[in-house]
């Protein structure tokens, strides 16, 4: 597993900064609950990025699957 794709996806990237602007959103918050939330939807959305990053090379497996099942279909008729 290469960290390299990760590192240098834009979505991963985008996101990872996003800490910045949520800590200093957080900053001027009241400390409960609401706070807590704000940096779960942040960390949630790295997820996110980071999931996708790691889905790629399933999703370019899958398209051409379906490439060759249009291909085989065009064949047959």
Do not use: C, H
Request: charge should be positive.
């Amino acid at each position: 597993m290469s960290i390299g794709k990760y590192v240098t996806n834009p979505g991963v990237i985008g996101a990872a900064v996003g800490a910045a602007t949520t800590a200093k959103r957080t900053q001027s918050m009241p400390k409960d609950w609401r706070r807590l939330l704000v940096w779960g939807v942040w960390l949630a959305g790295l997820a996110l990025a980071i999931a996708g990053v790691a889905m790629q090379e399933d999703d370019r497996d899958f398209e051409e699957e379906v490439e060759a099942r249009k291909k085989e279909r065009k064949r047959r008729r």
